[in-house]
T-cell receptor
């Protein structure tokens, strides 16, 4: 079945460092891909998404490119801030089924 | 719209007691999802509904868990009897379509933190 694998955390960075959180997926068809973010004490919020190969999703300085050839959707940000500290979830949905989430990666950004 | 509303935010109960978690989805959303989040297993889909009808409950861990959606604006997740291993954060989410279709996304509530002692 469909699944998502993302890099294990936790990840700790200094402010203004470059962030990469790896995500790869397994799917039978052509899924849409998502990154959700969960701030402390809150529910998940959509950060960005891409619905077809080579699409790039972007929001709040974060980017991820849908790579069909490598079945990946890595999350990147050029310069992280303390306020980016959260848990990040990679997810996929093939549209005919529910959404599948990765295990989540906890990011802590230190000033 | 106020978003997906879950209650209670926190619940502490004794083993063996019945627990009921509640969710009000966003108005007009046809899909409702219940997820469980734990450190060990991450975010797991328990069940989802389409137009109040349960579509896939394969994620429900065992018969102690049951979910209902009596109308478009209300759903419950019940655990009876509860056990300490049920301690987790339970999230409800809703979407107008299945996420991935029509460029839609799932909107999450703030979750219910359940502790069974």
């Amino acid at each position: 079945g469909d699944s998502v694998t993302q890099m294990e955390g936790p990840v700790t960075l200094s402010e203004e460092a470059f962030l990469t959180i790896n995500c790869t997926y397994t799917a039978t068809g052509y899924p849409s891909l998502f990154w959700y973010v969960q701030y402390p004490g809150e529910g998940l919020q959509l950060l960005l998404k891409a619905t077809k190969a080579d699409d790039k999703g972007s929001n709040k300085g974060f980017e991820a490119t849908y790579r069909k050839e490598t079945t990946s959707f890595h999350l990147e940000k050029g310069s992280v801030q303390v306020s980016d500290s959260a848990v990040y979830f990679c997810a996929l949905s093939e549209g005919n089924n529910d959404m599948r989430f990765g295990a989540g990666t906890r990011l802590t950004v230190k000033p | 719209d106020a978003g997906v509303i879950q209650s209670p935010r926190h619940e502490v109960t004794e083993m063996g007691q019945e627990v009921t978690l509640r969710c009000k989805p966003i108005s007009g959303h046809d899909y409702l999802f219940w997820y469980r989040q734990t450190m060990m297993r991450g975010l797991e889909l328990l069940i989802y509904f389409n137009n109040n009808v349960p579509i896939d409950d394969s994620g429900m861990p065992e018969d102690r868990f049951s979910a209902k959606m009596p109308n478009a604006s209300f759903s419950t997740l019940k655990i009876q009897p509860s056990e300490p291993r049920d301690s987790a954060v339970y999230f409800c989410a809703s979407s107008p379509e299945l996420p991935g279709l029509m460029n839609t996304e799932a909107f999450f509530g703030q979750g219910t933190r359940l502790t069974v002692v």
